[in-house]
């Protein structure tokens, strides 16, 4: 047995790991935060002893230079750096997008000892990295700092708080490790991972093929089940990190604890939707199998009509039902039923909504979050994502977002 | 040879057709524009003689009972009659909304001969029709009269303006006829024909067996092109009807001019999307084939950031390139190129925007309507779709609709 529990701050909780930020001017207007314009746009995470990494990408064809870069290197190699820039994603920069990552490697090699250093971007798509401003970062960097507040904001985009968490894990042995993560991600989430970098570190004694099994069926439960517009970045990334110097693993209670850590912030990912107020599982059940339940949740959690319903707090099922109908899955109006958490809102037998009824629907919508249950009755397979509303805020924040 | 060209008015036209409408009431408060208050909420077309009929509706599984009320005629029946009525789509009300029809259908006989009469509904969904309000426009409606403006009214809901259009066509052996068309339809259109009702008439003397083949590949050219919110309604129709009495018919002068009018009927829907202020053609060419193709122009025209970004009049162009590379088909950066009309936005040579050039960008996206043309190449696969800008208004259109 073990037991798992969140402890206060982020990174710096982990053994063996060094984090900070700095700012070298290169979000060139304020970006709606002065907290975010004092952390920084160049940030990094280091350990003093060489990590096994494993990663997840996104699965947009045109992967952004640093992704590119990563995949370079040999399958299984250690790094123990990890260098972190915002406002530019260094994305269809063509081959010199990688070389300028070569070259600030090169740069860095100068301050600091560091093996197969890797890089991670975000920020707008198309522009050369500026090389001169951020490797001018690497002379007022302390990569002794312990400053996981300040990397959590420097990565941050249209993003309205820092994301980060820790949770410790305490074996029947004695032994503990701990785990930490922060991630940036507001717009553009989607099923498949969308403008969103995740940072994971352990001190687990973690075999390195553990890593990659683990990480890529805890990216499937959670990010991968959020979504807030639909469309999927050049540069998604979610990479784990492990030093092993804790010299304590078990297996169950790090899956756990990466699960929850991944989950919860997908989660907060979520609630910081561009401009969204509610954060709604869409579950899906009795469909004909796992594929269709999918395929009928995502329907629901990217439709604009259903997010626009949300947003005006209107308990109109006739858009959900519509949009499962729509969907391409195997379902039939008489054995559907909609239940908005435990109030049944549509079946066979109950088409219209009656006052009372709607009345506890509109009640339930008032929330911050709610669930909206579809059973298809057409067999056992389910599925559950996450979705937001759609708001004016969401259409501001994006029609001036480069400008 | 033969002469195709626009005539004014429209259903009015078309030889031994007669349409108009009357309000019951239907339309509880004011849906912002009094014309359609005053227009109506039910509406007919119904035609001297029995016409044959030809109909595309929508892929949605939950089809409305009207839809499943027209699939119990016999395969070649013929019509001479349509009821429409708006604010009700009578979706979602299982085997009760069939027989409602019947009942209306058994009113509407006390007043006039009808054969095989069919119905067309649009408004909420999962509502019952009110019978009685329904049947009381029996007793004020004038089956004789002609009104055509009157009919395109009534049978809108979000739309901002009416929608109607005709056609004349002149044969080389002096012969003529009419084609005419009115359609509803604004919002939640979708390269899946969504939300959206359209009643093509003829006088043309076309064989039944020409009506279905042109009217289906017509609606893949038109309605099947243009996308608001990537959603798909239970009620989409889409009618050809001909009563033959002009006494001529050349097949291509009649498919031109189906063509044209089912075309810029979807222009004008487009033009009408909620909230919508820009008409974005998605041409993409140099696909590996055309379905890969239709996949990239229709991930383009659907894209909420893309969208945003048009209403931002942003000429970022990393937002196309990322929709394209999510879009799942075969691409490469170095193969690329983008256009914005004549202007080049992106190529392996030019990734970064120059200052005259972002002028001109911002010029043409400044448009009402304008080209985004992306050359994958890949191979010959060509296919273009058409879009529009994502506003506060949609979202607020949206929140608003049913409360």
């Known amino acids: 047995m073990f037991k798992l529990f969140p ?19 290169m979000r060139t207007k304020p970006s709606g935060t002065n907290e ?33 870069h990563f995949q370079k290197y040999p399958k299984d190699f250690q790094t123990d750096f990890v260098l972190i820039n915002a406002k530019n994603a260094n994305a269809m920069t063509g081959e010199k997008g990688i070389e300028d990552i070569d070259t600030l490697f090169a740069s860095l090699a ?8 890797v ?13 001169d401003k951020i490797t001018s970062a690497f002379e007022t960097l302390d990569f002794n700092a312990k400053n996981s507040d300040q990397t959590a904001k420097a990565i941050m985009t249209t993003d309205s708080f820092k994301k980060e968490l820790a949770y410790k894990v ?30 994971i570190i352990t001190d687990a004694d973690i075999p390195k093929s553990d890593m990659a099994e683990l990480l890529q069926a805890s990216t499937e439960d959670s990010f991968n089940r959020i ?6 970045s050049t540069n998604d990334t979610v990479m784990l990190l492990a030093n092993k110097q804790s010299g304590h693993y078990h297996k169950e209670a790090f899956e756990e604890a990466l699960r929850k850590i991944m989950f919860e912030l997908a989660m907060l990912i979520l609630k910081d939707g561009e401009g969204a107020n509610k954060l709604v599982a869409f579950e899906v059940t009795g469909a004909k199998n796992q594929e269709e339940a999918k395929k009928a949740s995502r329907a629901l959690s990217n439709s604009l009509l259903v997010k626009t319903a949300l947003f005006g707090e209107d308990p109109n099922w006739g858009r959900i039902a519509s949009t499962i109908g729509a969907s391409g899955v195997v379902c039939d109006e008489r054995t559907l ?45 389910s599925y559950t994502s996450y979705g937001c509303d759609l708001s004016y805020e969401y259409v501001k924040i994006n029609a001036e977002y480069r400008t």
Chains 1, 2 share one sequence.
Do not use: W
């Open 7 to 25: 402890v206060k701050g982020g990174l710096e909780n982990v053994q063996g790991f060094f984090c900070g930020a700095t700012n070298v001017g």
């Open 337 to 381: 039923t909609i239940h908005y958490d435990d109030l049944l809102i549509y079946s066979d037998e109950h088409r219209e909504l009656d006052k009372e009824r709607e009345e506890k629907a509109y009640k339930i919508m008032k929330q911050e979050s709610f669930k909206i249950s579809c059973d298809l009755g057409q067999g056992e397979g």
């Open 36 to 68: 975010v314009e004092i952390a920084g746009d160049v940030a990094f995470i280091r350990s003093a002893t060489p990590c096994d990494i494993a990663a997840v990408f996104t699965t947009n064809v045109f992967r952004a230079a640093p992704l590119r």
């Open 110 to 117: 100068k301050k600091i000892n560091v093996l197969n250093p």
């Open 119 to 131: 890089m991670s971007s975000t920020g707008v798509i198309g522009y050369r990295l500026p090389i």
């Open 170 to 199: 305490e074996l029947e042995d004695g032994g503990s490790f701990h785990i930490a993560a922060i991630c940036k991600g507001a717009g553009m989430i989607n099923p498949a991972m969308a403008t969103m970098l995740c940072f």
């Open 227 to 232: 979504s807030v517009d639909g469309d999927t």
